[in-house]
């Protein structure tokens, strides 16, 4: 059974930064990418960070220059850096996880970003 814990969400304001992790345990065959989702209030789950097993990294335009995601393979933990903070980044930020037979959700985390 794999877990994704999820850690490091709040209440901000414009401006400000937080710094998301996600850490993974459990029976986790080989990872192919983990990435960040963000589900804001009324709309779907969208993708915002993605990377790969080699490193590679893709984000969605509106995080560019403002979001890093990076990686500890040692702990498999995922880590999203958010600076520069909008309102419109309010929402749960999920994190995923995709391996070579699965994929798995972590439970969310709230980000608050007042103006």
């Known amino acids: 059974q794999v877990q994704l814990v999820e850690s490091g969400g709040g209440l901000v304001q414009a401006g400000g930064s937080l710094r998301l992790s996600c850490a993974a345990s459990?029976?986790?065959?080989?990872?192919?990418?983990m990435s960040w989702y963000l589900q804001a209030p009324g709309t779907q789950r969208e993708l915002v960070a993605v990377?790969?097993?080699?490193?590679?990294?893709n984000y969605a335009d509106s995080v560019k220059g403002r979001f890093t995601i990076s990686r500890d393979n040692a702990k498999n933990t995922v880590y999203l850096q958010m600076n520069s903070l909008k309102p419109e980044d309010t929402g749960v930020y999920y994190c995923?996880?995709?391996?070579?037979?699965?994929?798995?959700w972590g439970q969310g985390t709230q980000v608050t970003v007042s103006s």
């Open positions: 995923n996880l995709v391996s070579v037979y699965d994929y798995y």
């Open positions: 459990g029976i986790i065959h080989r990872i192919s990418s």
């Open positions: 990377i790969t097993s080699g490193g590679s990294t």
